[in-house]
């Protein structure tokens, strides 16, 4: 469904991306790896129109390079950008209603069925956003792109930070996602979570991509996993 | 005395309101574009003339509903082809781009109305006594322009706190970036921003042209002490341009009502001076007299001892 061919990037005068190529199936969870500094984030800003991309990137046979965000979004891709980005005056459920996309069109997910899931973020449905633990704050905002209910959600470092059973959360709705068959763009550093939910796995460095594989191929990987993982 | 503070206090109180009128769609534009829109003030002269020209052929009212209207298209369209271009150079061109707007807009006020005062009237429907204290009136008008004003602020905060437009307003604001991956149109939002704030410069056009005089300066005379509001206020926060708003509007009703002078003041410590002195004119200085440089005196005072405005957060 994402199809990313020879995608370039600059900072200013630096060359981040050099030539990125990977794809995503329908209904996939697609892992990108690699060590901090090498291209993974700006690879999914520029999916999503935030870093000015140079090369391909079709979304549903559709080239979307160069798009303005919204209309990126509007097309069915979700991001969860690392710094979370809550609203910190808004209350919870107004960050959440700030996700949907219009009024009308209700999705996969809503606001009932995600504060079933997330008993937490329902007792604090009326504070505001800026208050809630590091944890919370990154279930509200996988929440709240849910709430745009995108067909690829594009997620940059959920666990970054978090406490050992809120990292198992996470992965808990990374699954339940990928049930309702959206497909997941996760970018981690940590290779165990991303092991244990991915069916494919990438792994970058210097700007491209330099190792394609499924978790049970990368664990076989020792030379890989030692030049360009492990730290 | 107790006459003259009543009425006083709501003269105070129209004036305020107006003012906030103007500065709460400032404060907004701000916001938004971390920049200060010197042109402001000239949407609110448009909104007199065009309720001016409009009301000689269609009457008072549909110039009320109209001319905001139309300032408020204005508005939107100045930001769309102009701003939005100006903005990739920073803000030093963004700032000299509104100016140069402001010069623009009173050249063409004068270019088509022309320089002299026009004979913009309150509607005679409104032209009575709303009542009489102390042997004062107090004019239906003057009550009008109050209950506009708080029906305007009533609907502007549910718009912006319990609406999801709101919402998106608010939150677009601080965070631009993430609102647009959450697949809301930010530059349209802004465009519609800057379109009711000018609106509401507008409206308070329409509503003050009767009362301050329709005339070339008067986008000037009243978006200087606008300015001074928002500053005073904090940049950016519109709780504090309400606060600085009434404090302006009621410090200068006051001092304009009062009949205290240099010489009062001098008397109470006990000092006086010959007629013939050769400073005389300073001694006899009153109040009245000093009232239009006090927003002016207020300012200087908040920038020396409160940088950041009544409200206002230090900038990170």
């Not at chain 1, 009308?104 to 809630?132: K, T």
């Not at chain 2, 938004?32 to 052929?57: K, P, R, T, W």
């Not at chain 2, 239906?140 to 209950?147: K, Q, T, V």
Request: aromatic share 10%; with cysteine; net charge neutral.
């Amino acid at each position: 469904m994402l199809e990313v061919t020879d995608l370039h990037a600059y900072y200013g005068k630096s060359h981040i991306l050099q030539g990125v190529n990977f794809n995503i199936q329908e209904g996939e969870i697609v892992s990108l790896l690699g060590r901090n500094g090498v291209g993974r984030s700006t690879t999914v800003k520029s999916i999503m129109g935030e870093v000015p991309p140079q090369g391909s990137i079709r979304f549903r046979g559709q080239e979307i390079a160069g798009l303005p965000a919204y209309r990126i979004a509007k097309l069915g891709i979700g991001y969860v950008p690392e710094n979370r980005d809550i609203f910190p005056t808004l209350t919870v459920r107004q960050n959440l209603i700030l996700g949907q996309k219009s009024m009308r069109r209700s999705g996969r997910w809503s606001i009932e069925e995600l504060f079933r899931m997330f008993p937490n973020l329902e007792q604090r449905a009326d504070v505001p956003g800026g208050v809630l633990s590091g944890g919370e704050q990154q279930m509200l905002c996988m929440c709240r792109t849910l709430m745009g209910d995108p067909e690829l959600v594009m997620i940059d470092e959920p666990t970054e930070g978090l406490a050992p059973k809120v990292v198992e959360q996470v992965g808990n709705l990374l699954r339940e996602i990928a049930d309702r068959g959206v497909a997941i763009l996760l970018v981690e550093q940590k290779l165990n979570i991303a092991l244990r939910v991915s069916s494919r796995l990438y792994v970058m460095g210097h700007g491209e991509v330099v190792y394609e594989g499924t978790p049970t191929s990368l664990k076989q990987a020792d030379a890989v996993r030692a030049e360009w993982l492990e730290i | 005395m107790l006459d003259v503070f009543l009425f006083a206090t709501l003269n105070g109180l129209v004036t305020g309101l107006l003012l906030f009128m103007l500065a709460s769609g400032l404060t907004l534009i701000f916001s938004m574009m971390g920049v200060l829109n010197f042109a402001h003030a000239s949407f609110y002269m448009l909104g007199a003339y065009f309720a001016y020209s409009i009301s000689s052929y269609l009457g008072f009212w549909i110039g009320l509903l109209l001319a905001p209207v139309i300032v408020g298209i204005l508005g939107a369209l100045v930001e769309r082809y102009g701003l939005r271009h100006v903005h990739r150079h920073g803000h030093v061109a963004e700032l000299v781009f509104t100016f140069g707007l402001a010069f623009l807009i009173e050249e063409l006020v004068q270019f088509f109305w022309g320089r002299d005062t026009k004979n913009y009237q309150q509607p005679d429907i409104l032209d009575f006594p709303l009542f009489t204290l102390f042997g004062q009136e107090f004019s239906a008008y003057r009550g009008f322009m109050i209950f506009i004003s708080v029906l305007i602020f009533i609907g502007l905060y549910y718009l912006l706190t319990r609406s999801r437009i709101g919402i998106i307003i608010q939150a677009a604001i601080t965070h631009p970036h993430t609102v647009a991956s959450l697949g809301h149109n930010v530059p349209l939002i802004f465009m519609g921003v800057f379109g009711v704030g000018s609106a509401l410069a507008g409206v308070a056009g329409v509503i003050a042209g009767p009362v301050l005089t329709t005339f070339p300066g008067m986008a000037v005379v009243l978006g200087s002490i606008v300015f001074v509001i928002v500053v005073i206020g904090g940049l950016g926060s519109l709780a504090g341009a309400f606060i600085a708003s009434l404090l302006i509007g009621l410090l200068q009703s006051y001092a304009i009502a009062s009949d205290l002078g240099m010489q009062d003041l001098l008397a109470l410590l006990g000092v006086s001076f010959e007629r013939s002195h050769p400073l005389n004119d300073l001694w006899t200085l009153t109040l009245p007299q000093i009232a239009p440089i006090l927003p002016f005196l207020l300012l200087v005072l908040v920038l020396i001892f409160r940088p950041t405005g009544l409200l206002g957060k230090r900038e990170e």
